[in-house]
Structures are given as structure tokens and as C-alpha cells.
């Protein structure tokens, strides 16, 4: 059975309701399991038991928020130990044009630098599922295709 692993940073609650959309569509894909933390419920050494890693954040600035990143310089410890493993990421923002995209840059830079697969998109939202505001019903089926998509290479490469 693969394993993915969704570690989200959520303020008001928009990043969470995210979160559980791509848990749903990982869901949709036999012989994965799924497992959604808040990151700070998380322990580092987790990363090294998924085979699949998807994480979320608000964005701050154009960044991921403090506590992701305080978790994903943590996980250094590991460096080398997560290449393989397939990653994505999801944001949420306050509008467009707010710095989403270089958001998801960060995240995707960090898994990319632990040697992980990125799982990106021909269509619309290449880099991961990016939403302003408060998700609608189409937001939270770009979260759904992202889990999906996701937890299909998890399927494929292992």
C-alpha cells in the first residue's frame, strides 16, 4: 500500500478546506492511503515513511507561512532520504495576483532540493492548486485533481 502524506499550515480555515479536497482525490486512487496533518502535528520523520508528500500553506508575502517552513527546515535532517518521492503543493491567498505562484515556487524548490519528483500540470495551475479567497466548487476540484494526479504517480512508481 502507498502512503501519501498532506501537511497544510491553515489560519482561517481556507488552506484546511483545501487540504481535505486533495485528500479526497487521493482517496479516489486504489492502494493509497492518505494521511492529512496540520503541520504542527506533524513530526519531520514522517516525510521519510510517505511515499507521496503534498503540502499546504497560506501565502504571506508571496511565501509559505512560518510554521511550514520552520517544518521543511527541519527536515534537513533527511536530506537525501525523500529523493524518489513524489511532491506537489497547494496555496491559498487573500486575492490574484498576490503572490500564490511564487508560493508554491518555495515549497516546490524545497521538495526539488530533496531530490522529490514534482507532480505539475499541463492546464491551467501548473505549479499546484492555488486558489483567492474562499474556495468555491472549482477550487476544490483542483484540489481533488491535484491529490488525485498525485496519488496516481505515487501508484505508478512504486
Known amino acids: 500500500m502507498a502512503r ?3 501537511l497544510y499550515d491553515s489560519k482561517s480555515g481556507r488552506t ?3 487540504a481535505l479536497a486533495v485528500a479526497e482525490g487521493v482517496k479516489q486512487v486504489k492502494r493509497v492511503e492518505v494521511q492529512v496533518k496540520k503541520v504542527e ?3 519531520v ?3 521519510t515513511k510517505a511515499d507521496g508528500v503534498i503540502l499546504g500553506s497560506p501565502t504571506y508575502y508571496g511565501q509559505m507561512s512560518a510554521k511550514l517552513k520552520d517544518f521543511i527546515d527541519k527536515s534537513i535532517k533527511f536530506h537525501g532520504k525523500l ?3 513524489v511532491g506537489a503543493a497547494f496555496t491559498s491567498s487573500g486575492g490574484t495576483a498576490s503572490g500564490a505562484e511564487t508560493t508554491l515556487f518555495s515549497i516546490l524548490q524545497a521538495l526539488l532540493i530533496h531530490g522529490m519528483i514534482i507532480q505539475g500540470r499541463a492546464g491551467d495551475k501548473h505549479y499546484g492548486a492555488a486558489i483567492a479567497g474562499v474556495p468555491d466548487e472549482d477550487d476544490l476540484k483542483s484540489c481533488i485533481d491535484l491529490g488525485k494526479r498525485v496519488a496516481n504517480l505515487v501508484v505508478k512508481l512504486k
Open 41 to 43: 502535528q506533524a513530526d
Open 45 to 47: 520523520k514522517e516525510l
Open 4 to 6: 501519501v502524506l498532506i
Open 16 to 18: 484546511e478546506k483545501m
Open 83 to 85: 529523493e524518489g518521492k
